[in-house]
């Protein structure tokens, strides 16, 4: 079955819930959506946020880009 990665960054929830149309869009289609999310960037070369977000996809892993159409 195809995967199709749907990547996103949302500050404030907008992109968040567009990136969630677009996976079902695709679930619709007979594909697997995978949504995936990226860490703020932090002008310091320290840790932003924490590994795993608190709420909405995970954060996106070089698994997801590896596997996914």
Same mark, same amino acid.
């Given at each position: 079955?195809? @995967?199709? +990665? &749907?990547? /996103? /960054? =949302?500050?404030? !929830?907008? %992109?968040?819930?567009?990136? $969630? +149309? &677009?996976?079902? !869009? %695709?679930? $619709?289609? !007979? ?5 995936? =999310?990226?860490?703020? %960037?932090? #002008?310091?070369?320290?840790v932003? @946020?924490?590994?795993? #977000?608190? @709420? !909405?996809?995970? /954060? %996106?892993?070089l698994?997801? +880009?590896? $596997?996914?159409?």
């Amino acid at each position: 079955m195809t @995967e199709i +990665l &749907v990547l /996103y /960054y =949302s500050a404030h !929830g907008s %992109v968040r819930e567009m990136a $969630q +149309l &677009v996976a079902r !869009g %695709v679930n $619709q289609t !007979g594909a697997v959506a995978r949504l995936r =999310s990226v860490p703020p %960037v932090a #002008p310091r070369t320290q840790v932003a @946020e924490p590994p795993v #977000p608190e @709420e !909405g996809a995970p /954060y %996106v892993e070089l698994a997801d +880009l590896q $596997q996914c159409a």
